[in-house]
C-alpha cells in the first residue's frame, strides 16, 4: 500500500500547483432558502373510473326490404345527408311494371264497383295488392330516415340486395353518449339524471354528463350494468371512441401534496422532504391528479415537510434552512 500513497500525493500536490481547486462536498455548500408544507391526511371522493365507448344517442340500420340489383349508391361513409335523402336506388324495373299493373286492375275494379258490376271482396282483393305493389316501389329506393352522418356502407353498384341485408348505418351527428358497463358494486351509485364528469381520450377533454338510461339487470357473464351518459361536450366527438366515467362512491382518507413538490426523472418519481437541516430526496408512488394537486400512494408519511419551493435548484443532501 505504501507505494501507491506515495504516489497519489504528488499527484495531489501538482494539482494545487497548477491552481485547480476540488469542489466543496454537498455537505460542506451553504444552506440555500426553502419553502416547506407539512403532508396531511385529507377526506376526498372516492372515484371509480369506469371505460365507455361514445356512442350517437340515435342510429339507425338501413335494410334492403325486397330483392333487387342496386343501381345507383350516392353516398360515401362519413357523408352528411338530411332527412328522406336518398342513399341508394335499387333496380325498379321489375317493381315499376307490377305496380302499373296493379294500378290499371285497381282503377278497373274501383269503376265497376261504382256500377255494381264487382264485389266489394274483389275490389278489396285488388285493393291489397295495388297497396303490395306501391310499397316494393318505394322500397326501391334507400332513404335516410333523419338528419346524421353514413358511418357504414356495405354495398356497391350491381350487388343484388336481399331482405333484411344491412347496407347503410346512419347516426346522428350532434348528440352523443357514453356507454360504460358499470360494476356491480357500483350499480347503485348510478342513478337516472345524475350528473357524471367523463373523459374523452382522444380529444383530452373533460366534461359533464347526464344519466338518461340505466338498464334494470346486470349482465351475468360480466356482472355489469350498462349505463348511457349524456355528453355535453365543447370538442367533436365521433362514434367508437374510448372515455371513462367518473363515479365517486363515498369518500376516502388520501394523502395529496402540491403538484408542485413533484418532480420527474426518466421512470422515476420523487420529492423532497425538509429533515435535519437538509433537503432528503424520497421517491413516491403517484396517484390520482385533483386540480393541483397529486396524491402519494407510498414514499411519504403524514406529518412530513415537503419542499414546495426554493432559491436554487434542490440535490440530495443540500443543507437547507427556512
Known sequence: MKPLLLT??????????????????????PAIRVQTL???????PNIVE???????????????????????????PGALVTNGQVLAQLDDRTWRAEYNRAKADYDRYHALQEKAAATPADVEAVLMRYRVA???????????????????????????ATPGQRLFTVAQATDFRLE?????????????????????????????????????????????????????????LQSGMFGHAQLVLGERTALFVPQVAVHERGQLTYVFIAAA??????????????????????????????????????????????
Not at 140 to 146: G, M
Not at 296 to 314: D, F, W
Open 8 to 29: 497519489i500525493i504528488p499527484v495531489l500536490l501538482l494539482a494545487t500547483a497548477c491552481g485547480h481547486k476540488v469542489q466543496p462536498t454537498v455537505e460542506g455548500r
Open 38 to 44: 407539512e403532508a396531511q391526511l385529507t377526506r376526498t
Open 134 to 160: 306501391e310499397a316494393a316501389l318505394s322500397d326501391c329506393q334507400l332513404i335516410a330516415p333523419f338528419a346524421g352522418q353514413v358511418t357504414t356502407k356495405s354495398c356497391d353498384v350491381g350487388d343484388l
Open 180 to 236: 360504460v358497463n358499470v360494476p356491480e358494486r357500483a350499480a347503485a351509485s348510478v342513478v337516472f339524471g345524475q350528473s357524471i364528469s367523463c373523459v374523452i381520450e382522444a380529444t383530452s377533454e373533460k366534461c359533464v354528463g347526464q344519466v338518461d338510461e340505466v338498464l334494470p339487470v346486470a349482465d351475468p357473464a360480466t356482472r355489469t350494468v350498462l349505463a348511457k351518459i349524456s355528453l355535453r361536450c365543447q370538442k367533436t
Open 50 to 76: 369506469v371505460a365507455g365507448t361514445v356512442q350517437a344517442r340515435r342510429t339507425a340500420t338501413i335494410a334492403a326490404k325486397i330483392t333487387a340489383t342496386i343501381r345507383e349508391v350516392t353516398v360515401q
Open 277 to 322: 437541516g437538509k433537503a432528503q430526496m424520497r421517491l413516491v408512488k403517484p396517484g390520482a391528479s385533483q386540480l393541483e394537486s397529486v396524491e402519494i400512494l407510498a414514499g411519504v408519511q403524514p406529518g412530513e415537510r415537503l419542499i414546495i419551493s426554493s432559491e436554487k435548484e434542490v440535490s440530495d443532501g443540500q443543507p437547507i434552512s427556512f
